[in-house]
């Protein structure tokens, strides 16, 4: 089974709001990573955590705050959002960041639509 | 950081025919993936290929890493074949896991 789940589908917030975006995965993968896409634009690396400790922040503004509460999950909080957040947020998984047999293969959930207004 | 370019931009077949799609890179690679992007957004695994040639079903790829591209076919395409076809390719010296994506390649498949 290669499934990540997200929630919520779509989400719509105000700038004041406070919100958090779940990832699931099952496959007992080590490595999580984020990634943001605009419309008609490719994916774009955000965060990645490996073992539960965040490995990689792609300079991304402190209103977006990651969590990985244990090995399968992974949290994006979100806090006073810019209309320019609205966008596609990705979650990915990977066995873990390693080479050999292509460990480092990522699958991804089928996104949360969000839309700040 | 590594330049990925995918061509063409826009492709548009009859159901039934065959098309090829390129992806050119700027540097050695570790790690090279296809994916389609559904209309839904779902972006789905299609081959993970830093080198050689794999095949399922109707969709084949071959990475050629010394002369920096790849290239996935599709054979008698269907309408559910359509969306964007993404290469992503993670570099060497530890970066392989930091994938960098193409534009991608939008396909449309009439009936």
């Known amino acids: 089974d290669t499934e990540v789940t997200q929630t919520p589908k779509h989400l719509v917030m105000g700038m004041t709001n406070k919100k958090s975006l779940k990832c699931e995965q099952h496959m007992g993968h080590r490595a999580m990573y984020w990634y943001k896409q605009k419309a008609k634009k490719p994916p774009e690396l955000m965060f990645v955590?490996?073992?539960?400790?965040?490995?990689i922040n792609e300079s991304v503004p402190s209103r977006f705050s990651p969590e990985c509460p244990n090995s399968s999950l992974l949290n994006l909080h979100l806090h006073a959002l810019q209309p320019e957040d609205s966008a596609l947020y990705l979650c990915?998984?990977?066995?873990?960041?390693?080479?050999?047999?292509?460990?480092?293969?990522?699958?991804f959930g089928p996104g949360t639509r969000l839309t700040v207004l | 950081g590594i330049q990925v370019e995918q061509s063409p931009p826009d492709l548009i077949l009859q159901e039934g025919a065959n098309s090829t799609l390129r992806c050119n890179f700027s540097d050695s690679v570790n790690n090279l993936q296809w994916f389609h992007q559904n209309p839904w957004g779902q972006l789905i695994n299609l081959f993970y290929i830093p080198s050689g040639t794999k095949q399922n079903g109707r969709l084949s790829a071959t990475t050629v890493a010394t002369e920096r591209y790849s290239l996935l076919y599709i054979s008698s395409s269907q309408t559910t074949d359509s969306g964007v076809y993404f290469c992503a390719i993670g570099g060497s010296g530890g970066s392989n896991y930091k994938l960098t994506f193409g534009k991608g390649t939008l396909l449309t498949v009439n009936p």
């Open positions: 990915a998984s990977s066995q873990d960041l390693g080479l050999a047999g292509g460990r480092d293969t990522q699958y």
């Open positions: 955590y490996s073992y539960e400790k965040l490995s």
